[in-house]
């Protein structure tokens, strides 16, 4: 088939923290409708790719381009009116908000309105949409549980549920699996597939759960130290030397 434009390009990122160069003359290409995962070791600068594209960290050379725009300057404050949506390895989460507020806030996250604002405005239309991804994320029992009453597999849900209410094009996900109990794994595998497939949402995935990388994954790439070493299928990459010598054979 015809090579579709990506809906993401990173090309050539390269960004230092003082003398550590995180991430070397990088590049990637994400498809439209795809899933791909980036993997690697712990320190290779999958994080710090994900703050670069999220424009939370400046890159020092290279550009993003999301849609054919250049993003690379832009704030990250623009990046949900673009339809860009991520989750944190470490959770953000409003404690005290319950799962059904925590959403809500995502949805209104588009407007810059104040927090009271967001929680207070609350249209018909978003309560169905809020209450579809709730039943969809698998946290239909916990819609008015505040979100420190909820185990850490759920807090992980809830921060895609969020992430998902901006009806975002492209979802970038930092580690969504660690943590997560096999059961919730299954509704992670499930649920990304159907957003990638039946919604046409693009995923853009950082994640050590090898079973559900090699299970979903269309296309992975492999950070090792900052630089590219692997790109290609699940196939492709789980019978590369390298890859097995960098990460996988630990
Ligand atoms: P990964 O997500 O692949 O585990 P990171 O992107 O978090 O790796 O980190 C890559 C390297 O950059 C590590 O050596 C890390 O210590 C360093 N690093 C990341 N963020 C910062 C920062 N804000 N300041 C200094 N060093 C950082
Ligand atoms: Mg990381």
Do not use: W
Request: aromatic share 4%; charged share 20%.
């Amino acid at each position: 088939p015809e090579a579709r434009t990506p809906l993401l390009s990173v090309e050539n990122l390269t960004i230092a923290f003082g003398g550590l160069v995180a991430v070397r003359d990088f590049s990637i290409a994400v498809a439209p409708g795809t899933i791909h995962a980036l993997i690697g070791p712990n320190g290779a600068g999958k994080s710090t790719t994900f703050n670069c594209i999220s424009r939370l960290y400046r890159p020092n050379a290279g550009r993003i381009l999301f849609d054919g725009q250049d993003i690379t300057r832009l704030p990250s404050s623009a990046m949900a009116g673009l339809g860009i949506a991520r989750s944190f390895q470490n959770l953000e989460l409003f404690n005290e908000l319950t799962v059904y507020e925590n959403i809500l806030i995502g949805a209104h996250c588009h407007c810059g309105a104040s927090l009271r604002d967001r929680l207070s405005a609350r249209p018909p239309h978003l309560a169905a949409e809020i209450d579809r991804i709730i039943e969809r994320t698998g946290l239909g029992a916990y819609r008015e549980t505040k979100a420190c009453n909820l185990d850490f597999g759920h807090q992980k849900l809830l921060e895609l549920a969020r992430a998902l209410a901006i009806r975002p094009r492209l979802l970038l996900l930092d580690e969504p699996a660690a943590g997560l109990r096999n059961r919730e794994i299954a509704i992670l595998d499930g649920l990304l597939t159907d957003l990638a497939r039946r919604d046409g949402l693009t995923i853009l995935l950082v994640e050590h759960v090898m079973q559900l990388v090699m299970s979903i994954s269309d296309r992975v790439t492999v950070l090792n130290f900052g630089t590219k070493i692997a790109e290609g299928t699940p196939q492709e990459v789980k019978s590369n030397p390298a890859v097995v010598e960098a990460y996988l054979g630990k």
